[in-house]
């Protein structure tokens, strides 16, 4: 087991790793910008590094400062959390150089599935079933306009190297297609350096459906169930849940082991995340997150399975130690992605929490680094808290999850926590009759209403 483990992220993501460590007796390191000295996690960590200015790429994406900070203290691993350098092949290639471990897959796999092209060869050659589209790259018009109309409207072109929503616009007919494929390109430059795109067949009301696994390093591999991730806004995801209401026991339990095969024949090590779109009773691969989750709380809550000790084993060279058929879920559990926005315009809402009051009770986590007198960076992701809650049933969970909010203060800035607050109250919701153009459907009905009146 390592001694001493360097985190290196920010926020919620890096206070819950830390939990993690002190939990397996493994010390940790912080590291933080100038604009994250007075973060909880850099308050809790063994010791802490400042590694530069407040600017993402010139502190919590500056390689070379983050392995230095590893030396210095002397972590023998390293954790990246989600975003940032989770998923940087060159990155952990330099871990390896420097005689660090990196807490996650190898670069091999974790640059298979960051090309979103190669992603798909090697899912179709995995056996998992993947949406109708392109066979490879989309270099010019012409070949979209003829693979579109081969596969026919409407269809999305998508960022090989993309993520997050963005570098995808959808097309509706060939006039359409023309500005999506241009657009698609200069936007995934944009935010990628990379204009590769390809085009897939777009699907007009699916599910959301993502597995969790877990492998080791000596082809023993299980899934941890789904969770549905439906309700999105800007292809960004807002609200997740497990188990989901769309899919039976016999669904489930199918796609659970395509992908447990599909693992272990990839040779994956690690956790996971396989993402599927579901319609009509059918899945269609998308992509893979070679990382920890942001919802994977959800996953933790039904299994009682701590998936961040899980990775730091794996990475230290331990076996699962368990199979599929250890593996039980029990109720259901809800999170809602807390964000300092404002709830109907989405502008961020950086600055000075006033009072702070989290939830409790049976049943109730909340994974925040927030705290009263905390002043809210401006620089970093919008994310200030996830509220994740469990009840014996999907009913169970829903109310207690509409108590939660009713106690969650959060004075000083806006956030989205009535935003939540409507969501659950809508009965589409509370029927579990959604898709993944729901709620910004929900949204635009909501804003005509404002308007109207």
């Not at 392109?134 to 993309?162: C, F, L, N, Q, W």
């Not at 209401?245 to 659970?256: M, Q, S, V, Y």
């Not at 269609?284 to 990382?291: A, G, L, P, S, V």
């Not at 600055?351 to 970093?380: C, E, F, M, Q």
Request: proline letters at 4%.
């Amino acid at each position: 087991m390592f001694e001493k483990v360097l985190i290196a992220n920010r926020g919620e993501i890096a206070l819950r790793i830390h939990r993690a460590c002190r939990e397996l007796g493994i010390k940790t390191v912080a590291v933080h910008s100038e604009a994250d000295t007075d973060a909880m996690h850099v308050r809790l960590a063994d010791e802490a590094v400042c590694i530069g200015p407040a600017k993402s790429a010139d502190s919590y994406l500056n390689k070379a400062a983050i392995i230095s900070a590893a030396h210095i203290t002397g972590a023998d691993a390293i954790h990246p959390g989600f975003g940032f350098l989770s998923e940087n092949a060159d990155f952990v290639e330099m871990c390896d150089a420097h005689g660090l471990n990196f807490i996650g897959p190898s670069t091999e796999h974790m640059r298979t599935m960051g090309d979103k092209i190669a992603a798909r060869e090697a899912a179709i050659k995995s056996g998992l079933p993947v949406v109708p589209g392109s066979d490879g790259e989309i270099k010019t018009i012409e070949e979209a306009i003829k693979v579109s109309e081969d596969m026919g409207y409407p269809v999305i072109v998508k960022a090989a190297h993309g993520g997050g929503g963005k570098g995808m616009k959808i097309a509706y007919s060939t006039e359409e297609l023309k500005e999506a494929f241009r657009m698609a390109r200069t936007e995934a430059k944009a935010a990628f350096g990379n204009d590769t795109v390809y085009i897939e067949k777009f699907l007009q009301k699916p599910r959301h459906i993502e597995i969790q696994i877990l492998a080791d390093k000596y082809g023993n591999c299980v899934h941890l169930g789904e969770r549905d991730c439906s309700l999105q806004r800007n292809q960004q995801k807002v609200l997740e849940e497990t188990s989901s209401p769309a899919l039976n026991d016999e669904e489930r339990a199918k796609i659970g082991k395509v992908c447990t095969d599909a693992m272990k024949n990839l040779g994956y090590y690690n956790a996971g995340t396989i993402e599927f779109l579901f319609e009509e009773g059918e899945f269609y691969f998308i992509e893979m997150n070679t990382r920890l989750q942001v919802e994977h709380p959800i996953t933790e809550m039904v299994t009682d399975i701590d998936i961040v000790k899980e990775q730091i084993r794996i990475a230290s060279g331990a076996t699962l130690g368990y199979t599929q058929d250890d593996i039980t879920f029990e109720g259901h559990a809800i999170e809602c992605r807390i964000n300092a926005e404002d709830p109907e315009t989405f502008i961020p809402c950086p600055g000075k929490i006033t009072s702070y009051h989290a939830p409790g009770g049976l049943g109730i986590r909340v994974d925040s680094g927030i705290y009263s007198g905390y002043k809210i960076p401006p620089h970093y992701d919008s994310m200030i808290a996830k509220l994740i809650v469990r009840g014996k049933t999907r009913n169970a969970c829903l109310m207690r999850l509409k108590r939660a909010l009713e106690e969650f203060v959060i004075d000083g800035i806006s956030t989205t926590i009535p935003l939540q607050q409507k969501i659950i109250a809508q009965p589409d919701f509370i029927d579990g009759n959604y898709n993944i153009h729901w709620l910004e459907k929900f949204m635009a009905a909501e804003q005509a209403k404002k308007e109207a009146s």
